[in-house]
């Protein structure tokens, strides 16, 4: 069952600079609620420059660090994401060879 989160998450404020930082409470139905917190950091994925969300949630049982990148003239660009959970082994999940429309990424 899919249920929104309230509020809803932000990954990229409107007006994203290096170091804007927020955080808040979210909640989802059923599934509970999480401690979310991100800054806005430097990108290393973007060569002509670029930003990277950086997002911790706090869920019962676990922690998801997700990592969102967005590069200059070209927008998102890819994730990196790093999922903990109480007595799981920690899963990382990345993407690779990132095409928006067929086309490679022209940075």
Known sequence: TLERWEPPQVVL?????????????????DRGSSERSCEIMASELCPQGGLVSVCESKLEGG??????????????????ALIIKDG??????????FRRD?????F
């Open 102 to 106: 067929g086309a490679e990424p022209n």
């Open 63 to 80: 922690t998801i660090v997700l990592r969102d990148h967005f590069c200059k003239d070209y927008g998102w660009a890819g994730y990196e």
């Open 13 to 29: 404020p409107p007006q994203p600079k290096i170091g804007d930082t927020w955080s808040t409470t979210h909640d989802k139905g």
């Open 88 to 97: 799981q082994p920690t899963l990382r999940m990345w993407t690779e060879d």
